[in-house]
Every structure is written in C-alpha cells, then in structure tokens.
C-alpha cells in the first residue's frame, strides 16, 4: 500500500521539542492548511488542522528555523491515532503526519529558506541553500556563452573518386 501526504501551510504553534531515552529528537507541532471556494457564487474558505511530527535531526532543524505562522511544505506519511479520554472514558482518534521531508518557504528574511530531509546521514539542505548559520547564499554566476571551439586542420589528401568508380 501507499501512504504519502504533502500539505502546504502555516504552523500554529512553536514547536516543542523533547528528546527519547536514547536521545532521538521528538518535535511537535501543527500545520493550518486552508482551501478556497465558490458555491453558488458565494466565496468561502475552508481550514484544516493537522498535528505533524518531526524525528531525528529534522526535529531540530525544524526547532532552529520554523516558529508559529512559520510557512512550510511537508511531504510525510499519515498516521492514525487511537485513545481512550482519561476524563470522560470515550474513545477518541485524530489523524497525524509524521514528516519525513520538509521545505520552508518563508522568504529569506523572515525564516531560513531551504529543505531537510531525515534520509540519510548527509544533513545536506535541498532548495539550492544553505543553513544561514554555515554560510551566506550567493547566487550563481551569470550565464557566459562560451567560445566556439576550433576546429581542427584537414591535413588529409584530397581523393578524386568518379561516381562510376563506387560498386554500389
């Protein structure tokens, strides 16, 4: 089967960040998503709330760079979870997207601009920037047309072949 989810929003709140007993980070957060529409020529808007979770060294990335109101891409998996309220004894569940690849999209200014992902052990950032901790950005060089190149001298003899001379 095939479990994929990519949501596009804003997070709700700060993240919060702990840390397992072997020392894998857990972060928390949310993410509003929102749809616009027309019906029957009236225009409305639909939000939708989802919890997102981060593992690993994307939680801390996340923690680093992303705050409420944060704009963010995050491709994950949809999880289902299940639980009985402590309070009333009902049983209760919610869908929740554990993150395995994100971008930021805030522009530069305002919060990081880059991805992470958790695959692998790179720690690389994808989006053509670097953490601005490491390094500033700068953009690529101007495009230079480059020269032609020289074309070899034909120091080979001239042959004077008659068509009828080819058997095919």
Not at 27 to 39: E, L, P, Q, Y
Not at 59 to 71: F, M
Request: charged fraction near 25%.
């Amino acid at each position: 089967m095939f479990n994929k989810i990519i949501l596009v929003g804003n997070l709700t709140r700060d993240i919060e960040l702990k840390y397992a007993q072997g020392g894998s980070a857990i972060a928390n957060t949310a993410i509003a998503t929102s749809r616009k529409f027309t019906v029957n020529g009236e225009k409305k808007e639909e939000t939708c709330f989802v919890d997102i979770t981060f593992f690993g060294r994307s939680g801390e990335v996340a923690n680093q760079y992303l705050r409420k109101g944060s704009k963010i891409l995050v491709e994950g998996r949809l999880k289902f979870d299940q639980w009985v309220d402590q309070t009333s004894g009902q049983k209760r569940s919610k869908h929740s997207v554990i993150v395995e690849t994100m971008q930021m999209l805030d522009s530069r200014g305002e919060v990081s601009q880059g991805g992470y992902s958790d695959e692998g052990d790179s720690g690389s950032y994808g989006g053509g920037y670097d953490a601005p901790a490491q390094k500033a950005y700068t953009p690529p060089p101007a495009y230079t047309r480059p020269s032609p190149a020289k074309m070899p001298e034909n120091n080979l003899p001239e042959i004077d072949i008659n068509e009828d001379e080819i058997p095919f």
